[in-house]
């Protein structure tokens, strides 16, 4: 696998009849965000000759507007006068950091805590669900621009969540019955060599671990490297201890991101979708839905289409996070409504499985399930799919209709809304999770 991080971008053959705009401005973005591409992107998903307006080329390369102008212009024009190492460091440094790096308080809010003391490398944000993020996972095949865990792969040490070993994972779980569901996310843990991928997995069989029934693998290595099941050096033991896994009566979920038809499109990824169908494993997908790439219902229903058929169980549609280069991928939530209600109208029953448009917020996953007028209001209609306090989850809250919000932060209560759901998180408990706060849902 060839792959090609933001320094090197100028020697890709692709990019060498580029005007000087376009890869100076390519520089000046990666220097800030993470930019990491492979052969299989460069040469079976992006269509050059439609660069750069092509959606591929959008969703991995960076664009001057992926930052805001002035920090843009200001690293430009640093750049231009050939600054010190140190210098350099310092404003890509400030300018990290005013982008948001963690969104959704991971940092603050969902570390949990194992005998008084924080567990580094994991995040308990909901009560059944545990995420694991092992050490040598945190870095992808390639990058998305818009990727929310970009902060992960930027070299700085305290923004970066990950676990040297399993057994902190595996004592914090046996201590949590309640959880039932593992996932080994990142980065991607498909970076992984499958023998160390082992070591994180198989103690999740022994006994005392029991209460696990699902283990989960954030992954988008089926878009991005789909031969990572099929023909590198290990893909059959990575095969095998999905079987072994199933075997063992725990559910194997792949959760793939796929963000456009075309990375459903290539011989590559149908072969690996099957090989991993055969162990028993369910393949489940996601994404969000971003400007440039995916805004557009007509897209999610040739993607839906293509998933069902290749077995592909569709999962959620997100809304882009507001985090790094949010605000050149985000679309008001009133657009995700609208692509998400005209591409399910496009589809059929089981082609319909995707919940969405879906925020992951602090507060937990907020479904927007429509639009309605209600005394004369013009309002979002609203639920929890998960929450941080439990008894949140199912109940429809309602805001005012916003046609610029992009985020759950922009939203205001309905004038009639007199539900807490609007209101500041409860304070977190000894395990890194919100006390759960009372409900007035029924009132």
């Known amino acids: 696998m060839r792959a090609v991080p933001g320094h090197r971008l100028a020697r890709l053959p692709q990019l060498a009849a580029a005007d000087d705009t376009l890869r100076r401005d390519i520089s000046v973005v990666s ?3 993470p930019f990491k591409v492979n ?26 507007d992926m930052l805001p102008g002035d920090l843009f212009d200001g690293l430009a024009e640093l750049m231009a006068d050939q600054p010190s190492r140190e210098r350099l460091a310092d ?21 949990p805590l194992l005998d008084g003391r924080p567990v580094p490398g994991l995040q308990h944000k909901y009560r059944e669900t545990v995420l694991v993020f092992p050490a040598q996972g945190q870095t992808c095949h390639s990058y998305c621009g818009y990727c929310f865990r970009w902060a992960q792969f930027v070299g700085i040490s305290e923004l970066k969540q990950s676990v040297d070993s399993p057994r902190p994972a595996v004592d914090y779980l046996r201590a949590h019955p309640e959880v039932s569901d593992v996932l080994l996310t990142g980065g991607d843990p498909m970076i992984m060599s499958s023998e160390r991928l082992a070591r994180y997995v198989l103690p999740l069989l022994d006994p005392g671990t029991e209460h696990i029934r699902t283990i989960r693998f954030g992954t988008k290595a089926l878009g991005y490297w789909p031969y990572r099941f099929t023909t590198d050096q290990d893909a059959d033991d990575l095969l095998r201890l999905f079987e072994r896994c199933v075997r063992a009566g725990r559910q194997v979920a792949v959760m793939a991101h796929f963000s456009h038809p075309r990375e459903l499109a290539t011989d590559a990824v149908r072969v690996a979708i099957t090989r991993i169908r055969a162990t028993g494993a369910v393949v489940r997908a996601q994404a969000p839905v971003i400007r440039w790439v995916n805004d557009d219902p007509q897209v999610w229903a040739e993607m839906w289409r293509a998933m069902v058929g290749l077995g592909v169980i569709p999962y959620y549609m997100f809304v882009e996070r507001d985090t790094g280069a949010s605000g050149y991928f985000e679309i008001p939530l009133a657009r995700a409504l609208e692509v998400y209600q005209e591409a399910t109208r496009r589809v059929s029953g089981l082609e319909r ?11 937990g996953k907020v479904s927007l399930d429509g639009s309605a007028e209600i005394g004369g209001e013009r309002v979002f209609v609203c639920r929890f799919l998960q929450a941080r306090d439990p008894q949140r989850v199912g109940h429809p809250f309602f805001a005012r209709h916003d046609d ?22 409860p304070p977190a408990n000894g395990h890194g999770r919100s006390v759960a706060a009372p409900c007035t849902a029924g009132a």
Request: aromatic share 10%; hydrophobic share 40%; net charge negative.
């Open 91 to 111: 404003a890509v440094d400030t300018a990290r950091r005013a982008l948001n790096p963690h969104p959704g308080d991971q940092l603050s809010a969902n570390v």
């Open 353 to 363: 499985t995707s919940r969405g448009p879906v925020m992951s917020a602090s507060p």
């Open 31 to 33: 220097a800030v965000l």
């Open 404 to 425: 610029t919000a992009t985020w759950y932060d922009q939203l205001r209560p309905a004038s009639f809304e007199r539900r807490p759901w609007f209101a500041a998180d």
């Open 39 to 64: 052969n299989y992107v460069l040469d079976e998903l992006i269509d050059w000759d439609r660069v750069p307006e092509d959606p591929i080329f959008r969703m991995t390369f960076p664009h001057r």
